[in-house]
């Protein structure tokens, strides 16, 4: 009898699949997918693939991401009840009604929003560009959504006049001052490597700043051999794995259950009934894919 991971695989090649993973999920997730990584990198890489299916492991709006830049593929999520508690806090409405309080203000899209949120923005960003795409605006002043956190890191070193919205990553808003001091204390050898979404004072004791894919490339490169890691502890696989020898320590409550929702078995099934597809409008699709687009073309 095959075992789940051989039935997923078989699936895979008779259906001409691909498997996305986030750097979020449980290792045995990444384990068998294609590509692991952050959100708009995975959904660039399924979008350059010949595959008839992208299987995303990860939250909702990821999923919306790739049919956006896929919109011909067919795009299934494993757990369709995943949804993102940041993307959750900014709908397009509610940025509607901001923006007729600050006209003069572009508004920059973190990402992590929903497909109908983003219609309602000028830019999306990254972690990895927010800064460099908030600089290369013409306008200084800017309405960044919906994290309050990257928001306030861009502002500091942007010098731009950056209204910020009430939004967060439950997860890197709960690291504290205190939490760092004490794996300092633990392991003091350690260089403190920490995602742009955690609370500016938190950032302020970092020796590294940047998003997962910056973090990776920083710890391979650095002749450290420990890591005190500020983002979700599922990032730990793929570091140990990207850097043998070197050991990386997280703070105690840096899990996002809701990424941790996916399992093989929730895999398995969405690949043989094809549950959890992503359905959009044709008209959201167009209108969420022009400030994505405009954050490329700003990038060059």
Same mark, same amino acid.
Not at 32 to 57: E, M, N, P, R
Not at 79 to 99: D, H, L, Y
């Given at each position: 009898?095959?075992?789940?991971?051989?039935?997923?695989?078989?699936?895979?090649?008779?259906?001409? $699949?691909?498997?996305? %993973?986030?750097?979020? #999920?449980?290792? +045995?997730?990444?384990?068998?997918? =294609? &590509?692991?990584?952050? *959100?708009?990198?995975?959904?660039?890489?399924?979008?350059?693939?010949?595959?008839?299916?992208?299987?995303?492991?990860?939250?909702?709006?990821?999923?919306?991401?790739?049919?956006?830049?896929?919109?011909?593929?067919?795009?299934?999520?494993?757990?369709?009840?995943?949804?993102?508690?940041?993307?959750?806090?900014?709908?397009?409405?509610?940025?509607?009604?901001?923006?007729?309080?600050?006209?003069? $203000?572009?508004?920059? %899209?973190?990402?992590? #929003?929903?497909? +109908?949120?983003?219609?309602?923005? =000028? &830019?999306?960003?990254? *972690?990895?560009?927010?800064?460099?795409?908030?600089?290369?605006?013409?306008?200084?002043?800017?309405?960044?959504?919906?994290?309050?956190?990257?928001?306030?890191?861009?502002?500091?070193?942007?010098?731009?006049?950056?209204?910020?919205?009430?939004?967060?990553?439950?997860?890197?808003?709960?690291?504290?001052?205190?939490?760092?001091?004490?794996?300092?204390?633990?392991?003091?050898?350690?260089?403190?490597?920490?995602?742009?979404?955690?609370?500016?004072?938190?950032?302020?004791?970092?020796?590294?700043?940047?998003?997962?894919?910056?973090?990776?490339?920083?710890?391979?490169?650095?002749?450290?051999?420990?890591?005190?890691?500020?983002?979700?502890?599922?990032?730990?696989?793929?570091?140990?794995?990207?850097?043998?020898?070197?050991?990386?320590?997280?703070?105690?409550?840096?899990?996002?259950?809701?990424?941790?929702?996916?399992?093989?078995?929730?895999?398995?099934?969405?690949?043989?009934?094809?549950?959890?597809?992503?359905?959009?409008?044709?008209?959201?699709?167009?209108?969420?894919?022009?400030?994505?687009?405009?954050?490329?073309?700003?990038?060059?």
């Amino acid at each position: 009898m095959q075992s789940v991971k051989e039935r997923i695989l078989a699936l895979k090649k008779e259906k001409n $699949a691909v498997i996305l %993973a986030h750097n979020y #999920t449980s290792p +045995e997730v990444q384990d068998i997918a =294609d &590509y692991v990584g952050d *959100s708009l990198g995975l959904s660039q890489k399924a979008a350059a693939t010949d595959a008839d299916i992208i299987v995303f492991c990860g939250v909702s709006f990821m999923g919306e991401t790739a049919k956006i830049l896929s919109p011909s593929k067919k795009v299934l999520l494993p757990e369709p009840e995943a949804k993102c508690a940041m993307a959750a806090m900014c709908s397009a409405e509610q940025i509607r009604q901001v923006k007729e309080r600050y006209p003069d $203000a572009t508004v920059v %899209a973190y990402v992590n #929003t929903a497909a +109908e949120t983003k219609t309602a923005v =000028d &830019y999306c960003c990254t *972690s990895a560009n927010a800064l460099n795409v908030v600089k290369q605006i013409p306008n200084d002043r800017i309405l960044f959504v919906p994290d309050s956190n990257l928001g306030r890191y861009v502002k500091e070193q942007s010098g731009k006049d950056i209204i910020l919205w009430n939004g967060f990553c439950p997860v890197h808003q709960c690291v504290t001052v205190r939490q760092v001091e004490e794996l300092k204390k633990a392991h003091p050898g350690a260089e403190v490597v920490a995602h742009p979404e955690c609370r500016l004072e938190v950032l302020n004791n970092a020796d590294f700043i940047g998003s997962t894919e910056a973090i990776l490339r920083y710890c391979q490169k650095s002749a450290c051999m420990e890591f005190i890691v500020l983002t979700e502890s599922g990032m730990g696989h793929r570091l140990e794995g990207a850097c043998p020898g070197k050991r990386f320590y997280f703070t105690a409550q840096s899990l996002c259950m809701t990424m941790k929702m996916i399992s093989l078995e929730s895999i398995l099934e969405c690949m043989e009934k094809e549950t959890g597809e992503i359905v959009l409008d044709r008209e959201v699709i167009e209108k969420a894919y022009l400030p994505v687009k405009r954050m490329t073309d700003i990038l060059g």
